[in-house]
Nanobody, 120 residues
Framework: QVQLVESGGGLVQAGGSLRLYCAAS????????MGWYRQAPGKQRELVAS???????NYADSVKGRFTISRDNAKNTVYLQMNSLKPEDTAVYYC??????????????WGQGTQVTVSS
């Protein structure tokens, strides 16, 4: 069964740091673009950061300079390093990935979500 498994969320004080992890598991033939989204209560899910298979990155304006997305292609894993956290970063964070389920078929997957809570 192909899935994205997340870890690393938690409770942190404003100004602190957290690192999120997301690993693709199951029988896959590769990983294309991966990203992190978040959804705060009462708000729509929004893109936080994404990274292509070649390493090109994209960030939401609200996290530029504070968050860093990276990946390890050998481990089919994507990371999100979050520094200088603010209370408004509080949300459920979801990993997203375009995975090759055959050598030429891409399918979109979501992780189960991990809670990040930043206290003031």
């Amino acid at each position: 069964q192909v899935q994205l498994v997340e870890s690393g969320g938690g409770l942190v004080q404003a100004g602190g740091s957290l690192r999120l992890y997301c690993a693709a598991s199951g029988t896959i033939f590769g990983v294309n673009t991966m990203g992190w989204y978040r959804q705060a209560p009462g708000k729509q899910r929004e893109l936080v950061a994404s990274i292509t298979s070649s390493g090109s990155t994209n960030y939401a304006d609200s996290v530029k300079g504070r968050f860093t997305i990276s990946r390890d292609n050998a481990k089919n894993t994507v990371y999100l390093q979050m520094n200088s956290l603010k209370p408004e970063d509080t949300a459920v964070y979801y990993c997203n990935g375009l995975l090759y389920i055959t050598s030429y078929t891409l399918k979109n997957y979501w992780g189960q979500g991990t809670q990040v809570t930043v206290s003031s």
